[in-house]
C-alpha cells in the first residue's frame, strides 16, 4: 500500500496548488486594498521557502460567501473563475519564496477582526490553522465590538506575550506585517480543530 501525503512529509505543493495572483483577493490598485505580508520561519528562524498559506476572511460587509469557483479554471480564457481582477473572493493561496516570505492584497474583514490562516510546510504531517489580527487603523470613540481586538474571546484568553503573536504591526498606511514562526520562543499562537 502506497503511502497518503497526510502519511508522509512533503512538501506536495509544487504542481496545481499555487496559482497565479494566488495572494489577490482584490487586485493591489483597489483603493480599499490592504496589503499583509510577512514570512514563514522555522524554530531556529530560518526561512521557510517552501511552505504554502491560505487565507480565508468574510467581505468588508461580513459575507462569508465569496466568489463561486475561484480555484477553477475558465474554459473561455484559461484563467480562475473568480478571478477576473474585479470580484472579492474571500480566498488567497500563497506559496513562500526562498527567503520565506509571502504578500497577500486583500480587503479588511467584516464582523470580525482577522483573517484566518491555513499553513502547509515541510516537516508539518498536518497543516496549521492561526489567525491574523489586523489592528483598527482609525480608532473609533463608539467602536464595533465585532472589530475590537480587546473584546475578541480568542486574544482575551491569551497571555499578552502569546497574544501579540496573532496581532500583525502595521508597518504603514493600509500594510500590515505578520510573521509566521512554526516553533521556537516566538511561536504563533496555533488553533487546534477537532
Request: aromatic content about 10%; some cysteine.
Amino acid at each position: 500500500m502506497l503511502p497518503t501525503p497526510s502519511q508522509t512529509v512533503g512538501p506536495f505543493y509544487g504542481y496545481a496548488l499555487p496559482f497565479p495572483d494566488g495572494g489577490a483577493t482584490v487586485p493591489a490598485g483597489h483603493p480599499d486594498a490592504v496589503v499583509v505580508h510577512g514570512r514563514v520561519l522555522d524554530g531556529a528562524g530560518e526561512p521557510v521557502p517552501d511552505a504554502l498559506i491560505e487565507f480565508w476572511q468574510p467581505a468588508p460587509d461580513g459575507d462569508r460567501r465569496g466568489a463561486p469557483g475561484s480555484l477553477r479554471r475558465d474554459q473561455t480564457t484559461g484563467g480562475f473563475a473568480g478571478r477576473d481582477g474585479h470580484t472579492f473572493t474571500g480566498f488567497a493561496r500563497v506559496a513562500t519564496d526562498a527567503d520565506g516570505s509571502w504578500t497577500v492584497h486583500t480587503l479588511r474583514p467584516g464582523g470580525v477582526p482577522y483573517l484566518s490562516v491555513c499553513v502547509f510546510a515541510r516537516g508539518l504531517l498536518h497543516h496549521l490553522f492561526t489567525r491574523v489580527y489586523l489592528p483598527d487603523p482609525d480608532p473609533d470613540p463608539n467602536p464595533n465590538p465585532a472589530s475590537d481586538l480587546d473584546a475578541d474571546p480568542l486574544l482575551a484568553s491569551l497571555p499578552a506575550r502569546r497574544r501579540a503573536t496573532l496581532v500583525a504591526a502595521e508597518t504603514s498606511a493600509r500594510a500590515y506585517r505578520f510573521d509566521i514562526h512554526l516553533q521556537g520562543e516566538k511561536e504563533t499562537v496555533f488553533l487546534d480543530f477537532r
